[in-house]
């Protein structure tokens, strides 16, 4: 407050601003109607000299006071003019009022107690209606005049002087040198009893003070003020000051505001009194100017402060539970990093055992693609002695087949017995070369055999290891998932996750329902002004002062029609009484009539009591002021904002938009807004009637529904302003205007805090779920690799005994071929011994065709060992090939686990801090919700209501003090006044 009235400590300007008329002698004619004066203009009229005036414009150009005299629509104006001695005592008081005709009426009515009334602004006369009011004709143009009052006045100036520190008389100090000090106090006279929240007490009138002096430069040096402002020149001092009188006992501040305020007593007590001190060499002083007004205050429009208190007091409530849902919020996400830090240590641990099973799956994957390759290479080679084998065999079985066909022969006949041993011989030879043949392929067998096994060793010692590799590999992979997954009592790192992002999602849904609630707070109200303004908008366009300055106009009309109905006084007053129940006028209002009163006076002469029918034409006024009208629909509107506020930010005004709706914002019933509204029908209705017929009834009956018309408009336009100032102001907190920051920004921030939660949620999940099927895999590799290595140990014996038989064989064949040599030289001796032979023949028939069968069974065993042996070969190749992408893939797999170690550790650490983050952040929003939030609620709940209440009660004690000589009922008009105090001046030498 005080710092406000500091800031407008070039006070001249505001003061001034208030306007003043001139209250010199009325020139010889009538003037024109006035154009608009500049501040100066209308003061320096005031001044009784040269002297004076030049006091005077030196003070007013010091405080810039060359702004125009504001012009209002109608009312009336009033300056008070005080002359007083050099103390400060009242000799005189002139009054100045100023009657605005906008409409240029040709008589006025104005309220005055004042005496020796005259005309200040031309020749226009006026009579006195003998109840406290005057009439003035005014020729269509606005009325000035002057009057005197001995009335106390609302404020006194008291003025003391000291010189070297003893009081002194302004006579004495009069041409005195030393140090001065000049003291202005003043005293406040005016209280009014006004409400202050839930009680009434007694306000001052908020009057403020201005002083405004010049002193001489040349008398004068080192001044000083205590309250205003100095502005010096070669020449002289311009001192302006001011004080508030009975402000600090209107205030009441007490300590605890006064701390809340960061204000000492001494620095928020507002000054009562001026002192000016200097060091002068012949004191003299000129004329000082003291300006006072109780209207400043408005420029302060309390009203609206008030308004948005409201509006700020939901808000708050609404804050405090957002930020203790915050609070929660925060430590739940505390909690919850807490969590996800536990599962992220065992994340680690199983990542690192993975690894270390990792690098035996490779080295064991090795080992096994060495064994692969050996078992390929002696696969190879039996392959080669295979086919040999079956090479030697097919050559026997042809042997023998002849054999055989030979011995066929010698069942024909003994005679060709001797062709026959010749063949024999032949045969012989051949099958000698075969078992030699035989014995070579068999030597290769044996080689190959011996390969094979030692080829089947190493695989049998790779799948071993292969085995033990996968078996530790799932042992880290089920650990892993487990870290994930957790148990009923630690929740693992899918769990945490899914906990952070719920978090988020509830956090962005309470910022969005705020948001949401701001948004519809816009659009419902912006709908109710949309609906107000389809429905009433004849009265959104209609004018209140216009329907009650019409009413006057109606009244004039009804009295003309009167006097042009009535031929002489007694006619009249037979006619009234004939007709008493309908018509009453008084006598005194006949003789005025019969003294030729101009009959646009008759509006103003009617009776208070007169009646027509059953139309009552006394005075009527509006019930209140349009201002009234809005502060009482401002205060419903604001009611019911703070009712239809609901938790989570949700605004749900009125989703109707009928009567109902409108009169509760009114703070009316249904019925008596519809009655209302229906007076603004009734009125144009009965305005359009008799326009139509000219009949004095449809007047008389527009005139009684004029008031309750212009009320019903005030209304309307009230409201609609509030609605649509309500819309723009939840937009504005929308969008971030203004003292809202904001809540668009939030709510998108807000939902990418719950987006991001939901993607890391969601990137946990699919990792949790590749470390499943990577378990799941390893598992069955884990089942499957003992059988595998015990393939390897089954096929381990008969590659063995392969190995054993591969070398009997071959042992056969070598004797068979060393054998040959002889079986040929016995086919020579049998041969010779052919008659031998014959006797045998039969025998040897069927031993060939024995040794043929054998023969031809060995061929095919041996063909078909040598296709095994092929496709043994292909096998071991593709053994070979898997075991070297086992050993590439596990390489990579070893490779995989230690940067998947590496990064578990960075997430660790990054846990680590998140979840510091999230510690000091809970303990952050505990302590911003107990010494932040809840102390500014309580501060908005309490104080700053207790303060608006204070100073909605001194705006309205200053708002209500309207006049000092009087004025009519319901008129507007302000008053202010200017102290003249005489000067001193020294005596001549």
């Not at 930020?323 to 830090?341: F, I, P, R």
């Not at 075969?434 to 014995?439: C, M, W």
């Not at 609901?646 to 989703?655: E, I, L, M, Q």
């Not at 031809?856 to 090939?881: I, M, N, P, V, W």
Request: net charge negative.
């Amino acid at each position: 407050m005080k710092k406000t009235l500091i800031r407008k400590t070039a006070v001249l300007t505001a003061l001034f601003l208030m306007g003043t008329e001139a209250a010199c002698s009325a020139p010889e004619e009538a003037a024109p109607q006035e154009t608009a004066k500049t501040v100066e203009e209308l003061v320096l009229e005031t001044a009784q000299d040269d002297t004076e005036k030049e006091t005077l414009r030196v003070l007013l150009q010091a405080a810039g006071a060359s702004e125009t005299e504001e012009e209002t629509e109608s009312g009336k104006s009033e300056t008070v003019y005080v002359n007083t001695d050099a103390t400060g005592a009242v000799e005189q008081i002139l009054v100045n009022n100023w009657l605005k005709n906008p409409t240029g009426a040709d008589t006025l009515r104005d309220a005055t107690s004042l005496t020796n009334i005259t005309s200040t602004s031309g020749s226009e006369t006026w009579a006195d209606n003998g109840d406290g009011t005057i009439t003035w004709r005014t020729q269509g143009v606005d009325v000035h005049y002057q009057g005197r009052t001995e009335a106390a006045l609302p404020v006194e100036l008291k003025i003391s002087y000291e010189l070297d520190g003893q009081p002194v008389t302004p006579e004495d100090l009069a041409g005195k040198s030393g140090r001065v000090k000049i003291r202005f106090d003043y005293v406040n006279h005016q209280k009014t009893r006004m409400p202050v929240g839930d009680t009434r007490e007694e306000i001052y009138t908020p009057f403020t003070m201005i002083t405004g002096v010049i002193l001489d430069a040349e008398r004068f040096a080192g001044v000083s003020v205590s309250s205003g402002r100095i502005m010096a020149d070669a020449d002289s001092y311009v001192i302006i000051g001011y004080a508030c009188p009975g402000m600090n006992d209107s205030l009441q501040l007490t300590d605890e505001e006064l701390e809340d305020l960061d204000m000492d007593r001494a620095e928020a007590d507002l000054p009562d009194h001026i002192e000016i001190t200097a060091t002068t060499a012949g004191f003299e002083m000129p004329m000082a100017i003291t300006y006072a007004s109780a209207d400043l205050l408005n420029d302060l429009d309390i009203s609206r402060l008030t308004d948005r208190l409201d509006e700020m007091e939901a808000d708050m409530d609404e804050l405090a539970d957002g930020s203790g849902e915050l609070v929660d919020g925060t430590k739940e996400l505390n909690d919850g990093v807490v969590e996800l830090y536990d599962g992220t240590k065992e994340l680690d641990d199983g990542v690192k055992e993975l690894s270390d099973g990792a690098k035996e799956l490779a080295d064991g994957a090795r080992e096994l693609a060495d064994g692969a390759r050996e078992l390929t290479d002696g696969v190879g080679q039996l392959a080669n002695g295979a086919q040999a084998l079956a090479g030697g065999a097919g050559r026997l079985a042809g042997g023998t087949q002849e054999l055989y066909e030979g011995s066929g022969d010698l069942k024909d006949g003994l005679k060709q017995l001797y062709q026959g041993t010749g063949q024999l011989a032949k045969g012989v030879g051949a099958y000698a070369d075969g078992a030699v043949q035989l014995a070579e392929g068999a030597t290769e067998l044996g080689a190959g055999a011996e390969q094979l096994a030692g080829g089947f060793g190493g695989l049998a010692a790779g799948a071993s290891q292969f085995s033990g590799g996968i078996t530790q590999a799932h042992t880290g992979a089920a650990q892993l998932v487990a870290g994930y997954e957790g148990t009923e009592e630690q929740p693992g790192v899918t769990a945490a996750a899914e906990a952070l992002r719920d978090g988020a999602v509830q956090v962005s849904g309470g910022v969005s329902a705020l948001a949401e609630g701001i948004r519809s707070q816009a659009s419902q109200y912006g709908a109710l002004a949309d609906a107000l303004e389809q429905k009433y908008a004849r009265l959104l366009q209609a004018d209140a002062a216009a329907i009650i300055d019409r009413q006057g106009t109606m009244a004039r009309t009804l009295a003309a029609q009167l006097q042009g109905t009535v031929v002489t006084a007694e006619g009249r007053l037979a006619a009234a009484q004939s007709d008493a129940g309908r018509v009453s006028i008084e006598p005194e209002f006949i003789e005025t009539f019969e003294e030729g009163t101009d009959p646009g006076m008759l509006a103003e002469e009617l009776p208070e009591d007169m009646v027509i029918g059953d139309k009552d034409l006394k005075h009527h006024e509006t019930a209140s002021t349009d201002d009234e009208v809005t502060e009482e629909v401002t205060e419903d509107i604001a009611d019911e904002i703070t009712e239809d506020v609901t938790v989570g930010g949700r605004f749900t005004p009125y989703a109707a938009t009928d009567s109902a709706t409108f009169a509760r914002l009114a703070g009316m019933t249904g019925q008596e807004w519809d009655q209302l509204m229906g007076s603004y029908d009734a009125y144009e209705a009965a305005c359009a009637a008799y326009s139509a017929s000219g009949n004095p009834s449809d007047l008389v009956t527009a005139m009684g529904a004029a008031p309750a018309a212009a009320t019903a408009v005030t209304t309307v336009q009230s409201l609609d302003g509030m609605l649509r100032q309500t819309a723009a102001s939840a937009d504005a907190m929308y969008r971030g205007e203004g003292s809202t920051a904001g809540v668009k920004a939030l709510e998108e921030g807000a939902a990418q805090l719950a987006e991001g939660a939901g993607g890391l949620t969601e990137g946990i999940r699919q990792l949790a779920e590749g470390t499943k099927q990577l378990d799941s895999g390893l598992a069955q590799m884990a089942e499957a690799s003992p059988q595998m290595a015990a393939g390897v140990e089954q096929l381990t014996p008969g590659v063995q005994s392969f190995q054993e038989g591969s070398a009997s064989f071959s042992e056969g064949a070598r004797q068979l071929a060393e054998n040959a040599p002889e079986l040929k030289q016995g086919a020579k001796e049998l041969k010779k011994g052919t008659g031998a032979l014959v006797d045998g023949s039969e025998s040897l028939v069927d031993g060939i065709g024995q040794l043929n069968s054998g023969a031809q069974e060995l061929a095919d065993g041996t063909a078909a060992f040598s296709d095994g042996t092929y496709k043994l070969q292909d096998g071991a190749r593709e053994l070979s090939d898997g075991a070297v992408e086992l050993a590439d893939g596990a390489q990579e797999l070893a490779d995989g686990t230690v940067e998947l170690s590496d990064g578990t550790t960075e997430l660790r650490d990054g846990v680590k801090e998140l979840l510091d983050g999230t510690k000091e952040l809970a303990d952050g929003m505990q302590e911003f919700d107990e010494e932040g939030i809840q102390k500014l609620t309580d501060t908005f709940g309490g104080d700053m209501r207790r303060r608006s209440d204070r100073l909605q009660a001194i705006s309205d004690a200053g708002a209500a003090y309207k006049t000092f000589s009087g004025a009519l009922a319901g008129e507007e008009s302000s008053v202010r006044f200017i102290f003249k105090t005489a000067a001193i001046e020294a005596e001549d030498d």
